[in-house]
């Protein structure tokens, strides 16, 4: 029975401006339902969101200000991603073996998964990885030119040395150092939400506090897998306002940071959002 090529990838959902760059960089606007092949790339904007799907099943979700190159290992079919600037949300399907891998590689090192549900971003030196479901193989690059890491026969199974990083666990993968998973914080509470009238109304959820919270993340969706992201904001205090949303049924998605940086369990709520009317008429 044959098993599906996970490339190419189709633009499942776009929300803001992104690029499509070809295999030689040269950009094009992003539109839904083209197909990104093998060695191109998918850039978003500072307000833009994509999500990718993969022939396998697989998907792939881009926030603001991220880019991302595909890859085909051929021998294995095993697709890459490679996750050049910001942060990537993967949902990947049940892989049959432990040699049967989707990776994401990063500067810092290369993650293998067989199934799961997970974020990476890049983070100054570092990849910052969090695992909300199944399990995420962690092990560090060879020190190499970047640009070059497509050369390097990936691994297919398991890695010498590779650390496991295991449901609501998160990892700071450095350069150097001792590997240590650390358990993410718990999805903040919604307590309520508030509304300002106006010509451009805002909306505000209001969080309980989260021991441990440094800052907070929401995060607002038309489709309850967060395949179609609309909006996300970032505070330091448990409140978070967005603007501009049209009267509708929302999913929406809340999360908390650590002090490492790390962000937690995600908490989701079904809204119904009714803007306040600014005048009768």
Not at 121 to 147: H, Y
Request: some cysteine; aromatic content about 6%; overall charge neutral.
């Amino acid at each position: 029975m044959c098993r599906a090529q996970p490339l190419p990838a189709v633009v499942q959902h776009l929300t803001g401006e992104a690029w499509k760059l070809d295999a030689k960089g040269r950009p094009s606007v992003l539109e839904e339902g083209m197909l990104i092949d093998e060695q191109e790339s998918v850039k978003t904007s500072p307000s833009a969101f994509v999500s990718l799907l993969l022939g396998d099943g697989s998907r792939v979700v881009l926030p603001s200000s991220s880019e991302v190159r595909l890859h085909l290992v051929e021998e294995q079919a095993i697709p890459q991603v490679i996750l050049q600037q910001g942060q990537v949300e993967a949902y990947v399907l049940k892989r049959a073996s432990d040699y049967d891998r989707f990776q994401i590689v990063t500067p810092v090192g290369v993650l293998g998964v067989r199934g799961t549900h997970f974020r990476v971003r890049n983070d100054d030196q570092q990849s910052v990885v969090e695992v909300l479901n199944g399990q995420v193989a962690a092990s560090r690059s060879e020190s190499q030119p970047q640009g070059k890491q497509l050369k390097k026969k990936p691994q297919t199974g398991p890695v010498d040395g590779e650390l496991k990083v295991g449901a609501r666990q998160g990892l700071l993968l450095k350069t150097q150092g001792e590997l240590k998973t650390v358990d993410l914080l718990p999805a903040p509470r919604l307590m309520g939400q508030d509304g300002q009238k106006g010509d451009a109304p805002v909306w505000t959820l209001i969080l309980h506090p989260q021991p441990g919270a440094q800052r907070y993340r929401a995060q607002v969706a038309t489709d309850k897998t967060f395949m179609n992201i609309k909006q996300e904001n970032f505070s330091s205090e448990p409140r978070l306002s967005f603007t501009g949303l049209k009267a509708s049924f929302y999913h929406v998605r809340v999360s908390a940071f650590d002090d490492q940086g790390l962000e937690g369990e995600t908490g989701v709520y079904d809204i119904f959002y009714y803007p306040p009317a600014t005048r009768v008429q």
